[in-house]
């Protein structure tokens, strides 16, 4: 057989697969968190920045797989505003803190070029970029040139927006919605209000460039609802079984 | 033998030439020589051992100096002797432009003995105090018996004297330490464009870095030294994380660092002005560095591909040793760029304290200060649930419960209404009360899951009714 017959074959089922898994948020995490490729990340209401953040720390440590450095971009204001990524809970869920570098940057053009230069670098295993106003400067030359940058140097990025930004024309292969979620909550005793447990988002597919133009385009409207486990830091999504949370979850462990 | 060359500003020839201090004076002398002091009131001080005959000798030394300093708009003489005492007074007082090397006691006298005792450079009082007893030139002292004198005037009159008569060897205190290695280029026509300037640069790296190789080091430190015609002098440093022997990577710490300084300043980053006629790239300091493949960790991350045509392992061991350097040299790199363009302490690492109060858990430490990458504290860590985002300043929150010292049902944060579905607390956390701190309160930890699912971190300060009658509840952080 000849190499290019083989590589066509495996092209197909590349394809293929590519095809089944697009159906389900979880396919698109697993098209998403690869390499070269940029991901987008829009919290649903205002108050999902923390949801949005740690789905975008998820889609890190899945990256973190690969050799490299995780490299979180926070402009200044965060620090006071929205937070700044704490070191204790990103070791918590098992992002490794020896791999990890936070760079502080006084405003929006520094954050894209720290990312671009990050993403080129070849350094990096991801870039995670959070903007507050992500809907005015991620725009379609920057996140263009992000994808390039990505791409020169087979890192992920990973563009976390600070507020909802309901039409977007950006350069990105995927684009998540994330909105927060009532986890499985633990019953405790006497009848108390349960304890909170595992974080819990309900996750939408906004764009998913990776199966377009083939025929299982993936289901865009609905809400998907995700679980993130302490003790494996992957996302556990409804691939064969859908997990349901929720209040009718909730009462079920209790 | 060390020598000395004083310069001494007389006054300024052209009225339009700003004042020159004595630093900015060492600073443009050290195109001469890297050791250069500033000498106050009104001149530097040079030590030339070595560097006189890259212009020709000490007397094309002597009037270059002369000549240039005449161009900028100031009247100016450089004067050569063994001791700074002597180029001091020589400078000022005499009427030859050098004392020759190794002159003996007798050639000092004839040379140095007609002037006024303020060649010895003494304060004011000494020195009036001197020609009133009759003593006004410096023969007058060095014919007398040292003991009378030195108990009338003081000591500081000898020790001047033997520095002049070069008995004595006083050091002068340059301004800055002469670097490790360095290289220049110089210009019959000044450059000014950036792009020149940054190519220059470019070039003097690959000097630089021959250099190092050849010493088998790696610079940490650099600096990069542009000398403007008009006697201004431009310095730009750069750190690296790790030794550095790569003319790319120093070149590119140096294009970032004249970016940087063009977004602070809004305007020619350079400052270029006439041009730059003299340009030094200088490592200040430097590590020993092994030889490596350079052409191979320069490659792709896949260098696996056996190109040969027999499978050779020793090879191909070889070539995957230099992709792990080629990562790890990527990583220090990029950390060295974005500190280079952003500040150091924007590039942080973080690292675990020891400290129970959650904001001093963790502490931000500027990555490229820290070598290497074994930071196992962080495995030894409590697996405590702990929020991703944390505030720099707590918030308050106004909170709604059933019992006075209950968790909250309910609570209002940024002027937004939460209902309380889960909860887990308290986590109590004491105030380090050996260390005696002031407004040190207890806090109850809370982990706070509203109906919407958004996860909080909060706590209550102070203990109900024994630390405070009514203790404040703020949010310190959120959860994913």
Redesign the interface.
Same mark, same amino acid.
């Given at each position: 057989m000849s190499q290019g017959g083989s590589s066509e074959r495996i092209g197909f089922l590349r394809a293929a697969i590519a095809r089944i898994e697009a159906q389900n948020p979880a396919g698109a995490l697993a098209l998403s968190v690869a390499r070269g490729r940029v991901c987008e990340i829009v919290p649903a209401t205002p108050?999902?920045? =923390?949801?949005a953040?740690?789905?975008a720390? %998820?889609l890190a440590i899945a990256a973190a797989a690969r050799?490299?450095?995780i490299?979180w971009v926070v402009e200044d204001f965060a620090? #006071?505003e929205?937070? &700044? !990524?704490?070191? !204790?809970? *990103? #070791?918590? #869920?098992g992002l490794p803190?020896?791999?990890?570098? *936070?760079?502080?940057?006084?405003g929006p053009q520094?954050a894209l070029? &720290?990312l671009e230069?990050?993403l080129k %670098?070849?350094?990096?295993a991801a870039a995670v970029g959070e903007l507050r106003d992500g809907a005015r400067h991620f725009d379609l030359t920057a996140t263009r040139r992000l994808t390039l940058a990505a791409r020169a140097g087979?890192s992920e990025a990973i563009l976390l927006h600070g507020k909802p930004a309901p039409a977007l024309s950006t350069a990105s292969e995927t684009r998540f919605e994330v909105? %927060?979620?009532?986890?499985p909550?633990l019953a405790s005793a006497g009848g108390r209000? !349960?304890?909170?447990t595992h974080? =819990?988002w309900g996750v939408r597919v906004l764009k998913m460039r990776a199966a377009e133009g083939q025929h299982g385009r993936p289901d865009m409207e609905r809400r998907r609802e995700m679980i993130?486990g302490?003790d494996a830091p992957q996302l556990k999504g409804p691939s064969g079984d859908p997990l349901s949370l929720g209040a009718d979850r909730r009462q079920k462990l209790a | 033998m060390t020598r000395y060359l004083s310069v001494r500003i007389g006054g300024k020839s052209s009225p339009d030439a700003p004042i020159l201090s004595p630093i900015r004076l060492a600073d443009w002398c050290r195109r001469f020589t890297p050791l250069a002091a500033p000498d106050a009131p009104d001149g530097a001080m040079l030590d030339i051992a070595g560097a006189a005959h890259l212009f020709g000798g000490e007397a094309a030394l002597a009037k270059e100096i002369e000549t240039r300093l005449a161009k900028l708009g100031y009247e100016a003489n450089a004067a050569l002797a063994d001791t700074p005492e002597a180029a001091w007074a020589l400078a000022r007082y005499g009427t030859a432009r050098a004392i020759p090397e190794g002159a003996d006691e007798k050639g000092l006298r004839r040379l140095l003995g007609a002037m006024p005792v303020e060649a010895l450079r003494l304060d004011p009082k000494t020195a009036y105090a001197l020609s009133q007893a009759g003593l006004k030139r410096i023969d007058d002292l060095i014919l007398r018996p040292r003991a009378p004198i030195a108990a009338r005037f003081g000591e500081q009159v000898h020790a001047r004297l033997d520095g002049l008569m070069g008995r004595a060897r006083s050091p002068i205190t340059p301004r800055f330490e002469a670097p490790v290695y360095l290289v220049e280029r110089r210009f019959a026509d000044p450059i000014s464009r950036r792009e020149d300037v940054e190519g220059v640069l470019a070039m003097l790296a690959g000097d630089l870095t021959r250099l190092l190789e050849r010493h088998g080091e790696g610079a940490r430190q650099l600096e990069a030294t542009l000398f403007r015609t008009d006697g201004a002098v431009r310095r730009i440093s750069a750190a690296s994380s790790r030794p550095l022997r790569d003319a790319d990577a120093i070149s590119r710490l140096f294009r970032e660092r004249i970016k940087a300084a063009g977004e602070a300043r809004d305007e020619d980053p350079l400052d270029s002005g006439y041009g730059f006629d003299l340009m030094r790239l200088a490592a200040l300091e430097v590590e020993t560095l092994g030889a490596r493949q350079e052409a191979l960790g320069r490659q792709d991350f896949a260098p696996l591909v056996d190109l040969s045509p027999a499978p050779m392992p020793a090879k191909r061991r070889a070539v995957a040793n230099g992709a792990s350097f080629a990562v790890d040299d990527e990583m220090a790199d990029l950390i060295d760029r974005l500190g280079a363009r952003l500040g150091l302490r924007q590039v942080m690492r973080l690292v675990p304290q020891d400290a129970h109060l959650p904001e001093f858990a963790v502490s931000a430490q500027p990555a490229a200060q820290m070598r290497g990458a074994g930071h196992a504290p962080w495995d030894a860590q409590p697996p405590l649930p702990r929020p991703i985002r944390m505030f720099e300043r707590p918030e308050l929150v106004e909170t709604m419960a059933e019992v006075p010292d209950g968790p909250p049902l309910r609570f209002r944060w940024r002027r937004v209404m939460h209902e309380v579905a889960a909860i887990e607390g308290p986590e109590r956390m004491s105030s380090q009360w050996w260390r005696q701190e002031a407004h040190a309160l207890t806090r109850d930890y809370f982990r706070v899951e509203d109906r919407e699912g958004r996860r909080f971190w909060m706590y209550r300060e102070g203990l109900y009714g024994i630390e405070a009658p009514r203790p404040r509840w703020f949010m310190q952080g959120l959860f994913a």
């Open positions: 108050g999902d920045g =923390a949801a953040c740690g789905f720390l %998820s050799p490299g450095l490299l620090f #006071h929205t937070g &700044a !990524p704490y070191g !204790p809970g *990103l #070791h918590h #869920h803190m020896e791999r990890f570098v *936070l760079v502080r940057v006084a520094q070029w &720290a230069e990050a %670098s070849r350094a990096c087979r909105s %927060s979620l009532p986890g909550g209000r !349960p304890i909170p974080p =819990a993130w302490r | -």
